[in-house]
């Protein structure tokens, strides 16, 4: 995604000075090439010559940012969170909108991130997820977490639906929260499956008109 | 699953005599070993010799019976499409319950079949479909079309549902069924990634609920 801007490293330790500017700039170089790789083709399937081809930089310069190719891992997991959260917020927090307007922004918003590299590029937490038995075994409760964090946006968003009738008082907006993740991921995977924005419209269309009122 | 078990192979041409049992038996423990390891780990991350290893049979018996690890592959999907189809048809051709019963019939059986192996397995189609930009391009078109049957079964069941009034008449059963599998494939995706029933549970309780009239 082309607004995938990693932060800057902080000092690994104190009284240790920040990342001249060129270190800074191999750091988000690998972390982007990372995160158009392993979206598209996976975590097992990519290698750190791929990612430092692709970074255009050296092997040295990996092992300067990174331990590993499982710290590597960990360090994306983090920063594609952090943008993700924003991008979330950014239709969520709308206040020119209502919540489910809001929610079908995100949905938009979305769509309009996978179609400008074909969908050919998932979710990362989806993708990491799926493969998941072959990744390092911490990656497990991490992406649970992310996914957790995601949800909980939404049910906010939610909640406030219900403030304003836009769905009916009975519903959990926890229990929906969590079953717009689980079926948006499996969206996002047919997506990329099908190289068409389809299996999006349809489910958040499908969704939104189940749960409104 | 236990329970998948390849149909034998059919000779390749006429008047080819079919094969020895030993050499059926080397088949289907290739095919068995190959879907535990793939629906754990993923396509790429299962090397061929892992396969042959876990089936027991000598490298040159898989070369007998299948001419690249793409080739095996492709007659994997197909075998496990037959299997899961009539998994399936099992819950939902059963006359001694209503049409939305049946679905949620057949997501108890799943959910059986995933709690089998701890939920570290998932399900073929939806790996394959993850890791579709490092596999064979050929693939592609086959994972469709075998979701498109799965959900045009569910369709049938949903049109029977609204037959009967468990759904409304203003719903479109084709919609709904697209809507099921994309959702359900990320529940499976995400009781792999949480160990855990929980997400299956709560997308078909969701989703039935949501549905029913």
């Keep these: 995604m082309h607004d995938f801007n990693p932060s800057p490293a902080k000092p690994r330790t ?111 937490i989806g993708n990491l997820g799926q493969e998941m038995g072959a990744l390092p075994e911490d990656y497990r409760a991490t992406l649970i977490a992310v996914l957790a964090g995601w949800q909980e946006m939404t049910a906010a968003c939610l909640r406030a639906a219900q403030a304003v009738c836009e769905i009916d008082a009975n519903q959990d907006p926890n229990a929906l929260a969590a079953l717009f993740w689980t079926g948006w991921e499996g969206a996002v995977l047919r997506a990329k499956l099908e190289r068409d924005p389809a299996p999006l419209r349809q489910f958040s269309a499908g969704f939104l008109r189940l749960i409104s009122k």
Excluded: N, W
């Design 14 to 124: 104190r009284g240790r000075p920040r990342l001249a500017p060129d270190a800074q700039a191999s750091r988000q170089a690998l972390l982007r090439a990372g995160l158009a790789q392993l979206t598209e083709f996976g975590y097992v399937a990519v290698r750190l010559d791929d990612i430092v081809e692709a970074a255009g930089v050296t092997k040295g310069a990996f092992y300067y940012h990174f331990r590993s190719k499982a710290d590597y891992g960990a360090v994306l997991i983090a920063e594609y969170d952090a943008f993700f959260r924003a991008r979330i917020a950014q239709s969520l927090e709308r206040t020119d909108m209502t919540p489910l307007e809001r929610l079908y922004d995100f949905t938009k918003l979305a769509e309009a991130g996978m179609a400008r590299f074909g969908f050919r590029r998932g979710c990362l």
